[in-house]
């Protein structure tokens, strides 16, 4: 079956830090361009971060600087690691992931994960 799941979301504390993962089942990931969305209460589902192949990493400006994302290979996953958390940083985040094109870069690719919520409140 191919499905991607998020997990390491929770509840931290302005200027925290967590790790999100991106696991994928039924296909290699490291072979895919996957990308991170977020959900904000009330908002539209927006682009964070995507890893590509060209120009590789990108980031939006609001988490640029903050967030990192990277790849493991040997377990399939893609990590977001989010230092220095904002409350705006709130919300349910999914990855997302396609074979080949830029649409989890920009729109969102061809799987999605269910999501994970990540919330920043002191």
């Known amino acids: 079956q191919v499905q991607l799941v998020e997990s390491g979301g929770g509840l931290v504390q302005p200027g925290g830090s967590l790790r999100l993962s991106c696991t994928a089942s039924?296909?290699?990931?490291?072979?895919?361009?996957v990308g991170w969305f977020r959900q904000a209460p009330g908002k539209e589902r927006g682009g964070v971060s995507c890893i590509s192949y060209l120009p590789g990493l990108i980031y939006s400006d609001s988490v640029k600087g903050r967030f990192t994302v990277s790849r493991d290979n040997a377990k399939n996953t893609v990590s977001l690691h989010m230092d220095s958390l904002k409350p705006e940083d709130t919300g349910v985040y999914y990855c997302t992931a396609s074979p080949s094109g830029d649409k989890p870069c920009r729109t969102g690719g061809d799987i999605w994960g269910q999501g994970t919520q990540v919330t920043v409140s002191s």
């Open positions: 039924g296909f290699p990931l490291e072979n895919y361009i």
